[in-house]
């Protein structure tokens, strides 16, 4: 189990994961012998409590409700050894929302096919208040007033079902072939609205109901110097409601009604890549793709649709991607290895240009064109390693990567065609001794492109230009990375990491606007000991710390420019433990904490103060506890406790409400108290 992580796990698969953390190695080993030549099936069966309502803490699972909840888990494994035929099932969480359930029969080296299926719900975390009806329908009716509303529980569920088969065919050839289909339902925040002066917001939820399926079909190749893998690989998506209708609301949105839905879509993927053995030390690999995606679904109709005449039926969107990849290799001296890599990419939108919106005014950001995204990609990476005396490994790298974009010059931000960056590295790598190794890197980034070009507005006049993506702005980053493996006794293993990052930006326009400078530190330490053979433990922690110092202006000019310090920072610890008093009876403890900080500190730098927005914090702290009580050799009962806690003081939706009166609200601190028992049993 990654402890790093804050979610619910099914409870069987907890006991499981701190095992494979804790387990020594020739226990491990043993367990894996025995496997391969007896295979254990298992069934497991309880009940499990929840004291309290928890909405972050079963957002995933289906238990953010106070009550009882099935627990059901199954893991069987038949093997005849006669003909090397395998039949596995294996059911996960089966008694609650998020259940997966997968069997598989497969003779080894000769077929297989396998049947799955999972259930994965999404439960919002906040509580919705509204007095809008028809939600999880195409059809809302929205009050014109604002009215109080009464508690509503957002929330999706997808269902997906995969079938997959494989068949060793002879000459060294093999096929798979593989479906899946996923039906998601439920509903989602959204709004309809309007901004500037008159900036108004209705609450209108977007009811989901969709399909998605993927199919997917390769042939491969294996030969002593020759493997290939080619096929195809498709996905379609079917959006069952096309718009969203409103009945009601306030009158400065009534034009906006009805209002369009994700619409169909599907795409088309060709694909082959494969790899040649020139000789035992150089090695050459390749991938070329064609992908075609098109999304031609019917344009909704309605009184209200400002469509303007000769845009045909629908989009006739249409991207073509293309992918050209390879690379190569190679250890020409048993000191020296070898290595390059080439990439290119073309994403060709060929959807029409076409008016859609006559509504575009001479000082608008937008002329009423759909604005196709083409972007090409091309990047490459030259690397070399040489051994060197005293155990030392130096490394060095070249890295590029080129991107050519599209865009219109009726635009809100500025933008740049192109934008290219180069990074230098180097690593050395030290194997002090036995038990401690080390590695110190250094890498030097430098991102640059074309000049940025100036917006204009729909008459042709020059917009503000004030704005431009942090992502195309002139970049240099350092960066350093320490790591050192310790393991000072067979019991006890260490591994420190520590990470910084500095960036500086270029001034972009006479104010000095955008970004400024960033910093980035990571730093962590894993410790793991082996008390005994029936006693393990492990503990870790880490703190990252990310910095944005940028400025930005309210016109084009020195009259009011404002700055902020952007910062997220995050300390993360944990504990565990396992272990086995007696022949009979198995424990264990896992407890982590985070506590994520994200700071804005907005001030001005020329004209009226301004106050910054106030910082958001979330703390998250769990405790799962478990033990294993073997009433006989293959039975046995297994109890779990479990301590969440979330905290935060987050503010973005405690002020904001909707005009027609909808409030979305939380608990600020959670706490959840879960204590589960189950049966289990084993045979083989």
Do not use: C
Not at 229 to 247: E, M, Q, R, V, W
Not at 353 to 373: D, I, M
Not at 431 to 443: F, R
Not at 555 to 584: C, T
Request: without cysteine; aromatic residues 10%; neutral net charge.
């Amino acid at each position: 189990m990654n402890s790093r992580t804050h979610s619910v796990f099914p409870l069987t698969a907890t006991a499981a994961a701190l095992l494979a953390a804790f387990g020594s190695a020739g226990a491990a080993e043993d367990d894996e012998i025995t496997q391969l030549t007896k295979p254990e099936s298992t069934v497991s069966v309880g009940a499990g409590y929840v004291d309290s309502d928890g909405a972050r803490f079963g957002q995933y699972t289906g238990m953010h409700k106070s009550g009882g909840y099935g627990l059901f888990d199954v893991d069987i494994l038949k093997r005849d050894e006669a003909t090397g035929t395998w039949f596995k099932l294996n059911g996960r969480n089966l008694g609650l929302d998020n259940r997966e359930l997968k069997l598989e029969h497969n003779r080894q080296g000769d077929w297989g096919y396998s049947i799955d299926f999972s259930q994965t719900p999404r439960y919002e975390p906040y509580t919705v208040n509204t007095a809008v009806t028809g939600i999880g329908s195409a059809n809302l009716t929205i009050p014109a007033v604002s009215t109080a509303g009464t508690p509503t529980q957002l929330q999706t569920k997808r269902e997906a079902i995969g079938f997959g088969f494989s068949k060793v065919l002879p000459g060294n050839w093999d096929v798979q072939v593989r479906f899946r289909n996923e039906e998601k339902d439920g509903e989602r925040l959204f709004a309809r609205g309007t901004t500037g002066g008159t900036g108004r917001f209705e609450f209108t939820p977007e009811p989901i109901h969709s399909t998605t399926r993927q199919y997917e079909a390769t042939v491969g190749y294996t030969g002593e110097r020759l493997q290939l893998s080619g096929g195809y690989y498709g996905t379609t998506y079917d959006n069952k409601n096309t718009a969203l209708n409103f009945t009601g609301g306030h009158a400065d949105l009534a034009t906006f009604n009805p209002i369009a839905l994700p619409p169909d879509n599907q795409s088309h993927q060709l694909h082959l890549s494969g790899g040649y053995n020139f000789t035992t030390t150089t090695r050459s690999t390749f991938k070329v793709a064609y992908t075609k995606a098109t999304q031609n679904d019917a344009f909704i109709t309605g009184a209200n649709v400002p469509l303007a005449p000769g845009i045909g039926a629908n989009l006739a969107g249409r991207v073509d991607t293309t992918l050209v990849q390879a690379g190569i290799t190679a250890r020409p001296m048993p000191k020296l290895s070898l290595l390059a890599n080439l990439r290119y990419e073309d994403r060709d939108d060929r959807t029409p240009v076409r008016l859609y919106n006559t509504l575009a005014t001479g000082t608008s950001t937008f002329n009423g064109e759909n604005e196709p995204r083409s972007i090409k990609k091309t990047s490459g990476k030259l690397e070399a390693s040489y051994a060197l005396p005293m155990n030392f490994r130096l490394t060095g790298g070249l890295d590029y990567e080129e991107k050519d974009r599209s865009a219109s010059p009726v635009r809100i931000v500025s933008h740049r065609d192109k934008t290219d960056e180069t990074s230098y590295r180097v690593e050395l790598r030290h194997t002090m001794s036995e038990t401690v190794t080390g590695a110190l890197a250094y890498v030097h980034s430098d991102r640059g492109g074309s000049d940025f070009l100036t917006t204009v507005l729909n008459n042709g006049t020059a917009g503000s230009n004030l704005i431009a993506p942090i992502h195309l702005a002139d970049r240099k980053r350092d960066k350093v990375r320490l790591s050192v493996n310790w393991t000072p006794t067979e019991q006890l293993g260490l591994q420190f990491m520590l990470e910084e990052a500095q960036d500086k930006y270029s001034p972009r326009n006479g104010l000095d606007l955008g970004p400024q400078k960033g910093k980035a530190q990571n730093y962590s330490v894993d410790a793991s000991y082996t008390f005994s053979e029936k006693w393990q433990a492990m503990a870790w922690a880490s703190h990252n710390d990310n910095r944005m110092d940028q400025t930005s202006a309210v016109s084009a000019s020195a009259a009011q420019i404002w700055a902020a310090a952007l910062r997220n920072r995050g300390d993360a610890f944990g504990l565990g433990v396992q272990g086995k008093p007696n022949s009979r009876l198995e424990i264990g403890a896992d407890l982590s904490h985070s506590n994520i900080t994200d700071e804005y500190r907005q001030e001005a730098v020329t004209g009226t103060a301004r106050t910054s927005l106030p910082e958001v914090s979330t703390k998250l702290t769990s405790l799962k506890l478990f033990g294993k009580y073997a009433l006989q050799k293959n039975a046995g009962l297994r109890l779990d406790y479990i301590y969440d806690r979330f905290n935060t003081n987050d503010w973005t939706w405690t002020t904001w409400t909707y005009i027609d009166g909808t409030t979305l609200t939380q608990s600020p601190t959670q706490t959840v108290n879960f204590l589960g028992i189950s049966y289990y049993y084993k045979w083989q």
